[in-house]
């Protein structure tokens, strides 16, 4: 590529996994350099990693500094994208008050944009995934954790202080799984985080009263139960795995007629575990929706999963690094 060509940098942070990518001509990426976050050890590692990430890449592909449109970093909240900080996030708890646009902007002499994941996952979906054509639809990026995205009359909807939409932090029950530091939140209810946590003491329980689960096997040899084991379960057909899943797409769907009403959507695109159980979990969510949301508004709010799929992410960064 010749070093005139105007190219954009992604960074997407994630709980698990951190992916740095590079991008012509967006949907389409380049190349992507993809690794373990381990929040547990702070942000350091990972920070050294992605600015090796992006050197290797510019390298690789003959790319100068002045060939760089800009750095888009997509997070999860709390964050001041005005300030560039990323402000110890559910999933990344060890990441406290990170100036993260600043550092690596200083590095790579080029503009560093902020952006929260779910944010700038409604501006991927709405621009090239499932929720083009729309001028009012919702993201909910249903991951580790689960927030939304919320495009209002077209235009992305941030708040006072950019933080709207925060569905995941809003509580349904009195207690209940923890998410978002908060027991009973949607995001406890609703996330794959959430999920586990409501799988482990669901296999517990099981075990206790002689019940068959596979889950019992991996909660044995791992001391704890993933969404992924539960979707893999199901998938073989393990009863209390299904119950799990219809019992996520049901409080899934408590917190879809509270955006319903709220914002009047036609149409709400949910990535993450959507994207990979389909109407196992999305089938529950709308009729519950259905049930409890405004039946006018209910009627033309269709609910679908995200089409970018595991790419979402990625897509989500480039659009940061180009200013949404």
């Not at 689960?146 to 939409?165: C, E, F, N, V």
């Not at 482990?200 to 099981?206: I, K, S």
């Amino acid at each position: 590529m010749a070093d005139t060509a105007t190219v954009w940098i992604g960074v997407d942070i994630g709980g698990t996994k951190t992916a740095v990518v590079l991008c012509a001509e967006p949907p389409a990426m380049l190349d992507r350099i993809e690794f373990a976050t381990l929040p547990e050890q702070g942000p350091e590692r990972a920070i050294a990693l992605i600015k090796d990430g992006i050197h290797e890449l510019l390298r690789k592909h003959g790319v100068a500094s002045a060939g760089i449109g800009g750095i888009g970093v997509s997070c999860g909240s709390p964050q001041n994208q005005a300030a560039g900080m990323i402000l110890a996030p559910p999933n990344l708890p060890t990441w406290v008050d990170v100036p993260i646009t600043s550092i690596l902007g200083e590095e790579f002499g080029v503009r560093c944009r902020l952006e929260n994941d779910a944010d700038a996952g409604a501006v991927a979906e709405q621009r090239y995934g499932a929720g083009q054509g729309s001028r009012h639809m919702i993201f909910l990026t249903m991951g580790t954790g689960l927030g939304a995205g919320i495009i209002a009359d077209g235009r992305l909807l941030r708040g006072a202080s950019g933080q709207a939409g925060e569905i995941g932090h809003v509580r349904l029950t009195s207690d209940g799984p923890v998410g978002y530091h908060k027991a009973g939140s949607v995001e406890g209810w609703a996330s794959g985080g959430g999920m586990a946590q409501v799988a482990a003491l669901a296999v517990q329980e099981a075990v206790r009263h002689e019940m068959p689960t596979l889950l019992a096997a991996k909660l044995r040899a791992n001391g704890s139960v993933t969404a992924r084991d539960v979707a893999e379960a199901a998938t073989q057909g393990d009863a209390l795995a299904e119950r799990i899943l219809q019992s996520t797409g049901e409080r899934l769907g408590a917190a879809l007629a509270i955006l319903v009403d709220l914002f009047n959507p036609e149409r709400i695109v949910v990535g993450g575990l959507a994207m990979r159980l389909g109407d196992r979990v999305l089938g529950p969510a709308r009729r519950v929706m259905e049930r409890e949301a405004l039946p006018a508004s209910a009627q033309l709010c269709r609910v679908v999963p995200a089409e970018l799929g595991e790419r979402i992410g990625d897509v989500a960064a480039i659009c940061v690094a180009m200013g949404l």
